[in-house]
């Protein structure tokens, strides 16, 4: 955090560079003002869509998404921690149908405990992982680990519980949120991804997996905008092109790598995403109801955000008079967002292939700006 004043420095000196805009659908003037804002955190490539109930009313694509490939309307992107929301959008499907329990002991579900040391005796529930109250968090193991997948066992033998005791506080934690997915597997019987396409890509007509190498559309890179890079953090044509063995069957000890951050989809079916979660149709009122509600605070790392099921609540004078409904990703130097402004029926989501990751708290300065301009806050 300390170091973030000189990186907004470094990033409003470095030079920009005017990148190609294709205007797929919606206002040429609206959709520019977007792209100056895209121009001014220097995003190499991105996608915009603006949608309610009906459909995209406004949908640009900027720059590149893979080497002499330019952004379009079929780009797809990982995710990365909108990942959370889309997960949290299957939980409460199985929720419904009687599959899973939010609230049930996850204690033999797997064949592991997810209990904290320091208190056994406190059950570890679907609901606690997918709000970040578990007392689980991305400890130096679970970091170094990263792209090894170490068995989640050794892992939570090691440093990847918190201070505080379960139910006790809010530790925001990709290993946490990961081990849903493991929990679904216990619970159910089937592969993670497997009840993604059966309960949820499938139903919604999404082009989308938490595996790249199963998204037909073209996947996006990655990169770093700063330092800047001459490679790719994330290849897009690389991670498609690759097949792990086994994907398709369960694995309790390294699914945990899916359901926080590996979703990769286009922005047709974030959309259709975006629609399931902002009115009663696909999920019920109260399943909506549920995730939107405040199940722990924020304040400690961002003050405008609360956490709900896999979603952040989002209260910010300066950038919308309504609270807002949705989930941030950052990784490989891309910035993502989902947010939903239900009183309006109206969406907005940003799929960039490497933009500023500039930030006060958790929520990017680049993504504050698109808000408040969707907003009419700009």
């Known amino acids: 955090m300390r170091y973030l004043p000189l990186y907004r420095l470094l990033v409003r000196l470095m030079p920009g560079k005017r990148r190609g805009l294709h205007v797929i659908q919606g206002d040429p003037a609206m959709a520019e003002q977007f792209a100056a804002i895209y121009r001014r955190h220097r995003a190499r490539g991105a996608?915009?869509?603006?949608?309610?109930?009906?459909?995209?009313?406004?949908?640009?694509?900027?720059?590149?998404?893979?080497?002499?490939?330019?952004?379009?309307?079929?780009?797809?992107?990982?995710?990365?921690?909108?990942?959370?929301?889309?997960?949290?959008?299957?939980?409460?499907?199985?929720?419904?149908?009687?599959?899973?329990?939010?609230?049930?002991?996850?204690?033999?579900?797997?064949?592991?405990?997810?209990?904290?040391?320091?208190?056994?005796?406190?059950?570890?529930?679907?609901?606690m992982l997918m709000t970040h109250t578990a007392a689980i968090r991305d400890g130096r193991a679970y970091i170094a680990s990263l792209g090894q997948e170490a068995p989640a066992d050794s892992l939570l033998a090691q440093d990847s519980h918190t201070a505080h005791l379960p139910g006790a506080g809010c530790e925001y934690s990709n290993f946490g949120v990961g081990l849903a997915a493991c929990a679904l597997e216990g619970m159910?019987?089937?592969?993670?991804?497997?009840?993604?396409?059966?309960?949820?890509f499938g139903p919604l007509g999404m082009d989308a997996s938490y595996y790249p190498h199963r998204v037909a559309s073209p996947l996006a890179d990655a990169w770093r905008i700063l330092p800047p890079s001459p490679a790719p953090a994330f290849d897009g044509k690389t991670r498609q092109g690759s097949l792990k063995a086994g994907w398709d069957q369960p694995d309790p000890f390294t699914h945990y790598s899916l359901a926080q951050g590996n979703c990769c989809m286009d922005m047709n079916s974030a959309v259709r995403l975006g629609q399931a979660l902002m009115a009663p149709g696909f999920l019920s009122a109260e399943s909506l109801d549920a995730m939107r509600a405040p199940a722990a605070?924020?304040?400690?790392?961002?003050?405008?955000?609360?956490?709900?099921?896999?979603?952040?609540?989002?209260?910010?004078?300066?950038?919308?008079?309504?609270r807002l409904f949705g989930h941030q990703g950052m990784a490989y130097g891309a910035v993502h967002m989902i947010f939903l402004d239900v009183e309006r029926g109206l969406g907005i989501i940003s799929f960039t292939t490497g933009v500023s990751e500039a930030r006060e708290h958790i929520l990017a300065d680049v993504n504050k700006a698109l808000i408040a301009a969707w907003q009419g806050r700009a």
């Open 47 to 127: 996608a915009l869509g603006l949608f309610d109930k009906d459909g995209l009313t406004c949908h640009l694509a900027y720059g590149q998404a893979r080497r002499n490939m330019p952004v379009d309307a079929q780009t797809a992107f990982r995710t990365a921690s909108v990942s959370k929301m889309v997960t949290a959008a299957l939980v409460m499907k199985l929720a419904e149908a009687g599959k899973i329990d939010l609230d049930a002991d996850l204690e033999g579900v797997l064949p592991y405990s997810l209990r904290h040391p320091a208190a056994p005796e406190i059950p570890i529930t679907l609901r």
């Open 188 to 200: 159910t019987g089937a592969s993670f991804e497997a009840l993604a396409q059966t309960w949820l």
């Open 297 to 322: 605070s924020l304040a400690h790392r961002d003050p405008a955000l609360t956490q709900g099921i896999g979603t952040f609540l989002l209260t910010d004078a300066a950038l919308s008079p309504r």
